[in-house]
């Protein structure tokens, strides 16, 4: 299952998904085909699209709030949410595999996705032609992508437990390897853009603190390992950092969601229903202040502070 939060601008012309003013995009999606978006406060599902294709990998929601993409098996998928159009308004093909990940530029102006052709791609939002600008090859499928916060920098973690940093002004690269013959699942980066955490499929926690890089005229990020620790005594599958920094989210095969304090990498807090198996996603709230995690057919969604 892969879930996607955004909050909604104040101003401008997006209307809400669904019917009434929530402020909150809440949209989930998986291995059942399908897309929905969900009131965030009540759970009320108040609609769903179709992806008849295949599996949904990945979702993200445009940074003007007005498209949602979709990643599948060859394919990215563009629907809208504004016009609650059922049928995609763009197509984006060419990738010969699973597409496992896709975000944007903060700007909207390109796209980036990965997945298990072994590269990262690039596409140009702003051009008529919807073929691939730029790809980065690496040796191994593709599980997570993020863009630095300075857009200038992509951190780019694959099978083979190698983390690359792209530089896109430059298009040189450097590694690093948290773990030998360990599979990195998930790459976050604060957003200061001063912390990196990844977490591989032995449920190692591994985090970075990034120095320089923080303008896209700086020299290129450098990134030193600051502290290591067992978060999860099985399949680490995702990491995100808070809104405001002081968290970190992980989430496993072993059932449980976990919140640490990046202050000291305490455990704050670990979220966990008897009924359910592996946590395949999670995702904070813009406050800080909620976290919704998603799990085989369900989702859950917590109030930190009560927690």
């Known amino acids: 299952m892969s879930v996607n939060m955004r909050k909604r601008q104040t101003s401008g012309n997006v209307a809400p998904v669904g019917s009434g003013p929530d402020p909150v995009i ?109 790809i980065f090859q690496v040796n191994a499928p593709v599980h997570s992508i993020v863009l630095h916060p300075n857009q200038a920098e992509m951190f780019i973690g694959d099978q083979n437990g190698i983390i690359h940093i792209w530089d896109l002004k430059t298009d040189s690269s450097v590694q690093e390897i948290p773990e030998p013959d360990a599979v990195i699942q998930c790459i976050s980066i604060d957003p200061e853009g001063t912390l990196m955490a990844a977490v591989n499929n032995k449920g190692m926690c591994y985090v970075y603190s990034l120095a320089r890089g923080r303008r896209a005229d700086d020299d290129p990020t450098r990134s030193i390992l600051k502290h290591k620790f067992l978060a999860h005594s099985k399949y680490a599958l995702k990491c995100v950092f808070s809104p405001d920094s002081t968290l970190l989210a992980t989430s496993s095969a072993d059932g449980t969601a976990k919140i640490w304090k990046t202050a000291d990498w305490s455990l704050m807090t670990e979220l966990h229903e008897k009924t359910q198996r592996w946590v395949w996603d999670c995702a904070f709230s813009a406050d800080s202040q909620y976290i919704i995690t998603g799990r085989l057919y369900v989702f859950y969604f917590t109030n930190i502070l009560l927690c």
């Open 26 to 134: 809440l949209a989930t999606a998986g291995y059942d085909h399908q897309i929905r978006f969900w009131q965030a406060h009540s759970g009320v599902c108040q609609r769903t699209v179709q992806h008849q294709d295949s599996q949904v990998n990945d979702i993200e929601i445009t940074p003007d709030r007005q498209m949602i993409a979709v990643a599948g098996y060859q394919h990215i998928r563009m629907f809208d949410l504004v016009n609650h159009n059922a049928n995609p308004l763009v197509n984006y093909d060419g990738v010969s595999r699973n597409v496992t990940v896709v975000g944007f530029q903060e700007d909207g102006k390109w796209m980036y996705t990965g997945g298990e052709d072994n590269s990262a791609r690039i596409w140009d939002l702003r051009s008529r032609n919807l073929q691939c600008q730029r």
